[in-house]
DNA sequence: GATTTTATTGTAAACGCTTACAACATTTTT
DNA sequence: AAAAATGTTGTAAGCGTTTACAATAAAATC
């Protein structure tokens, strides 16, 4: 069933068909009705790669993130996906893992379909390298580049970011305030923003005149589903004479698992050690104490994030970097 | 940059590019390296659409799931789409919550992509009336469709689902054989596999002699995020002076909501309360204690959902049924 | 070396749509 | 009522590929 079939049926030709298609130009109401009914009749759905060809566009988003099973990464994907319909466009979803050239890979995958945008969710899609970065730049020549927690300067890049920098300063300004001495700051790699968030810690401890000590800041490396490796990892720590009581983490999965440490360790929470986790998730209301977690205002910056994309894609011209502050959210794991 | 232009460049006719991009046929290996360094230096991309025009397909599966920011979907569309593109495909992706019309639209926006394929991730695509699934064998008659965790009889349509019905019977047949005496199903509305779940718990009960009573089976109707809803739930039940030993549910979130409600009315788990999650996810490394969870092989059967669909695509004969068993993984939540 | 067979390449016709432009019909203005 | 303006529709030329078929080149056979 082609606009040929469906022109043929309706007594018309397939260019009006076409405009009744799209809506746009002017056909007479009479005939509007004539050859909707006919679509209707049959059932018929214009071929979007004709359309694709014809258009070069086929209102479609590409959407790249490493690992659609991050409860964090999955939850902006589902925003964004919501919004994007709403708007009338749809999104290819590419799970690209953490791997740098999977991604290069990606991104030339969605270019090639001709993807109207690309979304980036996540601060993993910055490298440490310009060189690794000239990726997003190829790609920015392109087509706009919709980055999600991320930051990078760039002409047709557009970040929605939150400021987890002072967010993270923020609610470690507040353990000190509130008594706490020895800090552990526990991130996971796979990040940029952890490092983000690590240098807000260290600001925070540098303005209250404690000096930095490397073994209070520890980098987690393993799979934000294995809750046990962090139990284990905060073990070893603890095992090997650190002592801290407080911890800052920059995901709850992280937070979670020093809970289940300090709990088989008989450490009472909040009383002897603080616990802080990051993204303020499902995971913050599974522990005992509920956690404390810092809230980076997820939802706002995915609705942001499409209202700057189609702005940009009606050719309005639109901010190139959105900041949103975050807060910490407190619940039992902190006496502050 | 199109096909023209790098025919002339290389000197050769515009089929013999596209031979060589698609591989297929014979291309003298001269002729082919020629072909492709100019590919190469140019870094030319064939434009996806007129490829998807010419081929009718674009080596492109549809997925559908209701939410993807529900934890168990979440992964599902991650060991889906990890598979799929390991096999050369990629993946739409579109979130349909859980309404019928939006899920009609959803898969007659991705026939008119001309997808190859369309998976559909959890039982709530199947609905209760004959109607309201017909939109599914409209679309098995263009596309072959893969269900995950559903369970529906039709040509075309191909299942690979565990058996909830089962792994909750078992489950609760342990429970009663290790003492459980009142025990409260509580499931979710959104699927048809928290019925099949719930016949499994009532059939454990009929084989035990045990009278089947509706203030035992519960339907909390909040969302999957809400688990201080599920924890309220379950209070005014208890508060109505409903009496409980043990709490089996369709998945880890009541669960996980179950025991902060025993914690808030210091009821001891397990040895007061026993309780059951479903899934068998991140959640039930939460809890203090850990949840015990039936587990229901999410990434087996993705892995096998693939494998018959790449199968199917390449006109093998396929299953149309694959059924996993599902199995309790016991934690500190049960006495069993 | 002529003939047959096989490997390689080119030509041209789809694929199903959009849209500029032309043609025609209708309404408004004079 | 003719002329001009406007509204509606049709024609045909793309869009960038794939691929059947034809044409040519190379290899094998006689």
Redesign the pocket.
Known sequence: M???DISKKA??????V??V??G?????P??RKKVMDIIEQYGYK??AF??G????SMKTIGILCADASDLYLAKAIYYIEQKLRENGYHSVLCCTGYDIEAKKESVNLLLSQHVDAIVMIGSNFIMNTPEDNQYIKDAAATVPIMLLNADFDCNNVYCTLCDDYKATQDATEQLINGGAKDILYLYNSNSYSGLKKLAGFQNALLTHDIPLKKQFMQCFKGSHEDIDGVKGFVESLHAKGLKFDAIVTSDDFLAVGSMNFARANHIKVPSELQVIGYNNSILSHCSEPELSSIDNRLEDMCIQLVKTLIGTLTQNEMPQKTIFSGELIKRGSTRI
């Open positions: 082609t606009i040929y007594g018309v030709s397939i260019a009006t076409s405009r298609l799209n746009s130009t002017n056909v007479k009479r005939t214009p071929n004709a359309r060809l014809g258009l070069n």
